[in-house]
């Protein structure tokens, strides 16, 4: 047991004592642990920070910086607060650190819990929140001022255009809420799953035809191709690829719509022919409320919900999304749908 090493080193006729079972408890903690001296230099490290640093055991003791190549720890060790919270730099991870006297005179226990993913929802929260109170205030505000105008007793066509606005603004209000609740109950998995066998490229042509789209569309899917899904959330995540498409296309230029059966995927794409989105945006625009441009009018680019809601329905189906640029201009947005859903009429 690496925790009963130097004990052992001076005292070899006691090796064969029975072994502490606090120091199994450290070796095994599903937290790293390292033991130091009262030099700062590591004596020993449990399982956990051993495969987390690369630790070898057998070049211990050594300087903390050179076992975990991470000065920000020597700076929370030589600080006076018992627990703080340290970025390491090398390996990119946020880290709890809570210092202890060992039970050897001199020996300090340092105990480090990563914490990024609690640091990275806590930011996601954070942002949503203040997207969101962003969102409501604009249609809200709006509200307001237009009631306030209808108290001045404008003239009768005034009247109208500001009944008009406020139905508007209702409607915008209620949408959010809606996808807003659409959001809540795919995460809750509270939405019920209802497969049906049908014609995928049927269901691309009914999408493009209901939607109205305001430009052409160039479909490319393979006859016959049929696969059992539940078609309704398979519907809505296409219709919410190719409303995106449209927002973010010049006017006239096209949207391309393929499928193709890709080893044990069948995946749908759709291609617009904007100016893209740079690499760092590729995974967030799936985040609720994330907008790669905040300077666009609501109206034109949406409330940034679109694209969470079709992923979590192209989740719920068993599948994957993701987006990438396309090789000759434009963002393409691809879902894939596991094989087992694919039949072949």
Same mark, same amino acid.
């Given at each position: ?6 004990r ?8 064969t ?16 642990v390292?033991? *130091? ?17 690369e630790?070898?055991?057998?070049? *211990? ?11 920000s ?10 627990e703080?919270?340290?970025h390491?730099?090398?390996h ?61 007793d ?28 659409q ?11 209802e ?6 490229g ?38 919410? *690829? *190719? ?14 719509v393929s ?48 694209l969470?809601?079709?992923?979590h ?8 999304i ?8 434009g ?15």
């Open positions: 047991m690496i925790w009963d090493r130097s052992n080193e001076e005292q070899p006729e006691r090796r004592v029975q072994r502490d079972p606090f120091a199994a408890l450290l070796e095994h903690a599903p937290l790293m390292l033991l *130091l001296d009262e030099e700062g230099r590591v004596v020993t490290a449990n399982k956990s920070a051993r495969e987390f640093f630790i070898e055991q057998d070049r *211990l003791p050594a300087s903390l910086v050179e076992v975990t190549l991470e000065a720890l020597l700076e929370v060790l030589g600080s006076s607060a018992s703080s919270e340290a390491l730099v090398h990119r991870r946020t880290v709890l650190v809570k210092l202890e006297p060992s039970i050897r005179a001199g020996e300090t226990l340092m105990f480090l819990t990563d914490v990024t993913e609690l640091r990275r929802l806590a930011t996601v929260r954070q942002e949503f929140v203040a997207n969101l109170v962003h969102e409501l205030k604009t249609p809200i505000t709006s509200l307001r001022l237009t009631a306030e105008s209808l108290l001045g404008p003239s009768p066509k005034d009247r109208h255009r500001f009944a008009e606005r406020l139905v508007k603004e209702a409607d915008l209000l209620s949408k959010i809420i809606d996808n807003l609740r959001l809540g109950e795919i995460e809750a998995r509270t939405m019920a799953v497969t049906s066998q049908f014609d995928l049927e269901l691309v042509q009914e999408s493009v035809t209901r939607l109205g789209i305001d430009r052409p569309v160039n479909t490319d899917v393979p006859a016959s191709l049929m696969v059992t899904s539940d078609r309704p959330k398979l519907v809505q995540a296409l219709d919410n *690829l *190719l409303d995106n498409a449209a927002k973010f296309s010049p006017p006239g230029s096209a949207i391309d499928a193709q059966v890709a080893g044990d995927e069948v995946r749908l794409s759709v291609r617009d022919r904007g100016p893209g989105i740079s690499p760092e945006h590729w995974s967030r625009v799936f985040e609720r409320f994330y907008k790669v441009d905040r300077a666009r009018p609501r109206e034109a680019g949406g409330f940034g919900l679109g969470a809601i079709t992923k329905l192209v989740q719920v189906l068993g599948g994957r993701w987006t990438e640029t396309a090789r000759d201009g963002q393409v947005f691809t879902i894939a749908l596991p094989g087992q859903v694919l039949t072949n009429a």
